[in-house]
Each structure stands twice: as C-alpha cells, then as structure tokens.
C-alpha cells in the first residue's frame, strides 16, 4: 500500500533563509505526488504536483519540489521564506483508481522567525 | 476557478443528536468526492470514497453506520454522522474531483474549507 512519510513534524526558520521539507514516499510504480498548504482550520491549497517529465516541479508562492526515484523522495524547497509562509505543509500521493484518492504524509507545521 | 463550498463551517451539537455536512461543487460536476477526518495537529484521514449515484467506499476502520455519505448529485455530497459523541469532535474537510466516473490522479481535485464538529 502506498504511504508517505514527513519526518519533520516542526520546523523554524527565520524570514529570508532558504526551506527544504522533506518527504518520503512508499508506492509501487511511479508515484504521482502532491504538495498541499493548510492556514489554521483551512483547507488545502495546492502547491505543486508531480505526475511525469521533469522531476523539477514549480508550484505558485515560490515553491518548488523535486521528485528523486532513487530516493524515493519528493521534498519541497523555497529559496528565501516570507512571514506568510508559516502554516502547515502536507505531502500526499495519489492512487492510480479509486477515484485518485489521496494519502496524506503527517504534516510538517513551519514556523518563520522575524 | 473551481470552488468547493462545506457547510456549515462550525458546529457545536449536543451528544447522542445527529449532524449533516454538505460539500458542494460550484461550478463543476464531480462523480467521486472524498470525505476527510483532521485532528488537531495531525493528517488528514480518508474516511471514505464517495460516488454520485452509488454507495460510498468507506476504508477500514470508518464505522459506515455512524458516518453516512450520501452522493445523489453531481454536485453534492452529505456527511451526517450519527448519535454524535465527543470523541467525534474532529475538523471535516472534504475535497472534489472534476470530472466523469473513473476519472483518476490527473484530474483537478478541490478542497472544501472544512467543518469544525464540536460535540458536547
């Protein structure tokens, strides 16, 4: 069975220094994966997905992510982090049928110091 | 862009009553909707897969008599869970694929905002 693994369940870092979240994935085949942002008792908004082609994926807010085989890890950078980006950051890939459900990593919560 | 309304955003109820959650398609039809438990600080859980038209795939573990999904339109789908109990207490998202029956990975998925179940 497919699953995901956040390891970093918080992170700090101070506003204008570079973020990298990890995240591990676990899936038969190629993997089709997902990066989603959750603000305090939000929904989800989509970062960046990866389905195929070039492993490095651009997403909207300066984020982007880079899907490694070899590792079987898909973590998610941004050069230089803003206020704003604090919040919640979930990892998920996504099944093949079942209606493309979604499998959620643990959340890492990212915390920006001024 | 596609918008995915939830409703209501809160709700408080007493335990041992039943509440509805409605998560509705605006402006795109969506044959499987997915239905989502969050407890604070944790991931979010898939409670359940839901059809329009057919009856839900609830994953191991869901009490399918306590959490009853209801799919009857291409743009609506209801989460009611029944004779509430505190430890039901949890934030419900639910999230909407775009597009037909055996649409898969590839095609837009939408979240709703949420529902925040409080029940006393």
């Known amino acids: 069975a497919q699953s995901v693994t956040q390891p970093d369940i918080h992170i700090t870092v101070s506003e204008g220094a570079s973020l990298e979240l990890r995240c591990n994935y676990s899936?038969?085949?190629?993997?089709?994966l997902f990066w989603y942002v959750q603000s305090p008792g939000q929904g989800l908004q989509l970062l960046l997905k990866y389905f195929s082609g070039d492993t490095l994926v651009q997403g909207i807010k300066g984020f982007e992510a880079e899907f490694k085989r070899s590792q079987s890890s898909f973590n998610l950078r941004k050069p230089s982090v803003h206020w704003s980006d604090a919040a919640e950051y979930f990892c998920a890939v996504a099944s093949y049928n079942q209606g493309g459900k979604l499998i959620f990593g643990q959340g890492t919560e990212l915390s920006v110091k001024p | 862009g596609a918008v995915v309304s939830q409703h209501p955003s809160r709700v408080i109820c007493k335990s041992g009553t039943s509440v509805k959650i409605e998560c509705r398609s605006l402006?795109?039809?969506?044959?499987?909707m997915f239905w989502y438990r969050q407890f604070p600080k944790q991931s979010l859980m898939l409670m359940a897969t839901?059809?329009?038209?057919?009856?839900?795939?609830?994953e191991q573990g869901v009490e399918k008599d306590k959490f009853l999904i209801n799919h009857a339109s291409l743009t609506l789908s209801t989460l009611t869970v029944t004779s509430a109990h505190p430890e039901d207490s949890s934030f419900y998202i639910c999230?909407?694929?775009?597009?037909?029956?055996?649409?898969?990975?590839?095609?837009?998925?939408?979240f709703g905002n949420g529902t925040r179940l409080t029940v006393t």
């Open positions: 402006d795109f039809q969506a044959t499987t």
């Open positions: 899936y038969g085949a190629t993997p089709y």
């Open positions: 999230s909407a694929r775009e597009g037909d029956r055996g649409s898969s990975y590839n095609s837009p998925l939408h």
């Open positions: 839901s059809n329009e038209g057919s009856k839900a795939t609830y």
